[in-house]
């Protein structure tokens, strides 16, 4: 089953900031908040993921709400590049350590010329 | 580093027969994940491998079979093609917890 909440698309204007939602109301506390996209049919791609605060690298922001509930992936300066699906997905850990990922069905993020 | 590759790209198989889906990684990951992802709909988790040797059930098993006899290849095997397997599949890989790093995907049809 799906641990996180997403809108299904959204859209931005070029050079605009991309605020992307997203829901993890059942979180615990030892568990991560990870983002990948998925650029038409190629492989997902990592962006990236936090704990409790907030994380920057060259690709995007990272807000984690202090209850954790809930966070947003920012995207700067948004490029047409950026049109992809984004995946927002919670870190549980298996049996024997595995790192799975469940993936649900993302957010559909067009940017516009 | 080439990464996670995946071999064929596409391919278009029969009901009832059988296949290799092979994935290599060069980045000396010890965890590696077979996914597969159906039309307009996330990726489901099928196998995973935390070591050479060792593997184990993801979401959607049935179907399916894997090995991992080296660090570097995780193949996923289908023995009886059915529709229900038309899919595109994504190997990965991981150190460990870390971030995990997908191939370019399989494209499969069962006809």
């Known amino acids: 089953d799906a641990k996180t909440t997403q809108p299904p698309s959204m859209d931005c204007a070029e050079g605009r900031a991309a605020n992307l939602p997203c829901n993890h109301s059942?979180?615990?506390?030892?568990?991560?908040v990870y983002w990948y996209r998925q650029i038409h049919s190629q492989g997902p791609q990592y962006i990236i993921h936090g704990l409790k605060n907030n994380e920057t690298n060259e690709m995007a922001s990272l807000i984690i709400t202090e209850d954790r509930k809930s966070s947003t992936l920012i995207l700067p300066h948004a490029t047409l590049r950026d049109t992809a699906v984004y995946y927002c997905i919670v870190r549980v850990r298996g049996q024997t350590g595995a790192n799975n990922l469940f993936f649900g069905t993302g957010t559909r993020l067009t940017v516009i010329p | 580093n080439a990464g996670v590759t995946q071999t064929p790209k596409f391919r278009i198989l029969k009901i009832g027969q059988s296949m290799t889906l092979q994935c290599t990684q060069d980045?000396?990951?010890?965890?590696m994940y077979w996914y597969r992802q159906d039309p307009g709909m996330g990726l489901k988790l099928i196998y995973y491998s935390v070591g050479a040797g060792i593997t184990d059930k993801g979401e959607v098993p049935n179907g399916y079979n894997v090995s991992r006899s080296t660090t570097e290849d995780f193949p996923l095997r289908l023995e009886l093609a059915a529709p229900s397997q038309t899919s595109v599949y994504f190997c990965a890989s991981s150190y460990g917890q870390d971030t995990q790093y997908f191939g370019p995907g399989t494209r499969l049809t069962v006809l």
């Open positions: 980045m000396n990951h010890n965890y």
């Open positions: 059942t979180i615990s506390g030892n568990e991560y």
